[in-house]
T-cell receptor, first 114, second 106 residues
């Protein structure tokens, strides 16, 4: 069964550095999403992406964040200047149609900011 | 007040027991979802509901739109069901509950 893959599984970065989290969604999916989960807290929606542009974003997704689908297979989340509070698990997901239903999730990237 | 409330927060039960996890919400929604988060962190979508009831194997999910309440039931629970179960609602925005940590003892 096709799956969403995320790399790396764990990223350790110094505060202030840029970080790029990578995701390969399922190949025929059209909608892509990023979520984050701070340790011990609930999952939070960051952004959804369709047709090469952001379709929706949350208040968390400020100017420090950006997303890109650079080559038709990868979907990346960039954090420009990381802060300690960016430490979290970041999940990528994809599906054929808009909405949470039938989304396929990756296993997540654990981002640790030192 | 949280817009999505789950209960209980933690649940430990013996293998074979019937499990019920509840989700109440206070916003207007178009759909409600139940997700399973494995101990390693991975997330799996279990159900999407907009009305009534759905069943998949030993899992049953129900929703009462008027009461703004949903339940996830697990019949004949097994240690491999141990995970965090998350309720999420889709309205103007996607809102996740804090999850219910389920531990099934062999």
């Amino acid at each position: 069964e096709p799956e969403v893959t995320q790399t790396p599984s764990h990223q350790v970065t110094q505060m202030g550095q840029e970080v790029i989290l990578r995701c390969v969604p399922i190949s025929n999916h059209l909608y892509f999403y990023w979520y984050r989960q701070i340790l011990g807290q609930k999952v939070e929606f960051l952004v959804s992406f369709y047709n090469n542009e952001i379709s929706e974003k949350s208040e968390i997704f400020d100017d420090q964040f950006s997303v890109e689908r650079p080559d038709g297979s990868n979907f990346t989340l960039k954090i420009r200047s990381t802060k300690l509070e960016d430490s979290a698990m970041y999940f990528c997901a994809s599906n054929l149609g808009l909405g949470l239903g039938s989304q396929h999730f990756g296993d997540g990237t654990r981002l640790s900011i030192l | 007040k949280n817009e999505v409330e789950q209960s209980p927060q933690n649940l430990t039960a013996q293998e074979g027991e019937f499990i019920t996890i509840n989700c109440s919400y206070s916003v207007g929604i178009s759909a409600l979802h139940w997700l399973q988060q494995h101990p390693g962190g991975g997330i799996v979508s279990l159900f999407m509901l907009s009305s009534g009831k759905k069943k998949h194997g030993r899992l049953i999910a129900t929703i009462n739109i008027q009461e703004k309440h949903s339940s996830l039931h697990i019949t004949a629970s097994h240690p491999r069901d141990s995970a965090v179960y998350i309720c999420a609602v889709v309205g103007d925005k996607i809102i996740f509950g804090k999850g219910t940590r389920l531990h099934i003892l062999p």
